[in-house]
């Protein structure tokens, strides 16, 4: 794994090898390297992860939550999260860690924030704007803490208009590869090149999630989201990986599809989509396009799902740095992600009766927020959304 750390700069590479009589420097060739990352280091056909939860962190009989409110609004729509858990007297207690864009600089302060994750197993989070200078961070969120499984339901809603209505479908992205393994170079004075790295251990484990989820939420059929037309090596090997892995599951129709095709089957017929498994690059167009189709970044949760710890934030990630601090934002996304956050820690009835409330809400649109043709504030959501749970509960 050290050539993911090493900066490319060169098509070949000196290694320091042991030979007679000493050290020597041996060259190493860029198409080797990738042939040896693609071999898988462990068996590929180990079960996939469980989207079920594993004990966590208690204290005086609470789980222990991350919560990492990150940039723009975020704060806000984890105010607006606190503020129900606290009167729906939620056994959750939230370790607040305060990390955004100017405190990524404080390594210490990121580093807690991964101990922090690690040791409680669950987290909730909010966006945290990106920097060139230190997008790295960024990636070590999912690289780092390896929660290679982003998910991301885009659903209709009756109360929010839309030109398509019926729309279901699970976005499942890897998280932590393909083009956004940041493995950049200028190899001359105007020439970047970029690397797209895609190996058989990951696409063989994304593959096995997305029909294991698919499998355990009654879902009927999973599509291949690709370019092997073109990159026929890197989106080849996994849509070989998804055929492979689909051949396991007889009981589950599989098909696969051009992204660009995707784009436009999405805006002609969404309702045609049910799971939809792909790289990383692919999986963040695709789910910002489906959110856009069922009413916006508002509405759509995600969560992020590694060996032993699961992140769950809003769908669509954007921070909205120019409304920071009006309390203008939707919380709906941030509460229906804390709602599935429950479901995960095996509190089924408060996840359950959350997700009605918020459902009714913007079913009934009797709170509207500016994204949605209203103009309620995020306050006046949470308290319409707690409203609803006092009349459901």
Not at 60 to 79: N, S, Y
Not at 144 to 164: K, P, W
């Amino acid at each position: 794994k050290q050539w993911y750390q090493r900066r490319v700069g060169k098509q070949w590479y000196q290694r320091r090898v042991r030979g007679i009589g000493g050290y020597y420097f041996k060259q190493i060739n860029l198409r080797t390297m990738l042939r040896r990352i693609s071999s898988p280091a462990v068996s590929i056909g180990r079960a996939a992860v469980s989207t079920s939860a594993v004990p966590r962190t208690k204290y005086g009989g609470k789980t222990t939550v991350t919560l990492i409110p990150g940039d723009g609004v975020g704060p806000e729509l984890a105010e607006s999260v606190t503020t129900i858990f606290k009167e729906m007297a939620v056994p959750v207690e939230f370790e607040k860690i305060e990390l955004n864009r100017e405190q990524m600089k404080d390594e210490g302060s990121f580093d807690y924030a991964i101990k922090s994750l690690k040791r409680n197993g669950v987290g909730l989070k909010g966006v945290i704007n990106r920097s060139a200078d230190f997008r790295h961070h960024n990636l070590e969120f999912r690289g780092g803490l390896d929660v290679y499984a982003n998910v991301v339901r885009c659903m209709s809603f009756e109360g929010i208009q839309t030109h398509h209505t019926g729309i279901d479908l699970i976005a499942i992205r890897e998280n932590t590869e393909g083009e956004y393994s940041s493995l950049e170079h200028e190899s001359v004075s105007g020439v970047v090149e970029s690397l797209k790295i895609i190996t058989q251990e990951k696409s063989m484990r994304i593959a096995k999630f997305a029909f294991d989820y698919a499998r355990e939420h009654n879902r009927k059929k999973v599509t291949c989201i690709h370019k092997a037309n073109i990159m026929k090596l890197s989106d080849g090997l996994f849509k070989a990986c998804c055929k492979e892995v689909s051949e396991d599951y007889p009981m589950i129709e599989y098909e696969e599809q051009i992204v660009d095709n995707t784009c436009q089957q999405l805006v002609i017929n969404p309702q045609q989509f049910d799971v939809m498994v792909m790289p990383n690059l692919y999986g963040n167009l695709v789910s910002n396009l489906a959110a856009g189709l069922v009413g916006g970044a508002g509405v759509v949760p995600s969560k992020s799902y590694g060996e032993n710890i699961a992140v769950f934030e809003p769908g669509a990630r954007h921070t909205w740095m120019e409304m920071k601090g009006m309390y203008v934002a939707n919380p709906a996304a941030m509460v229906l992600s804390s709602a599935f956050m429950l479901k995960h820690l095996q509190l089924h009835e408060a996840g359950d009766l959350l997700i009605k409330a918020v459902n009714n809400v913007l079913n009934k649109r009797s709170c509207m927020t500016i994204d949605l043709g209203g103009n309620a504030s995020t306050h006046d959501m949470t308290k319409a959304i707690l409203s609803e749970v006092d009349l459901l509960a």
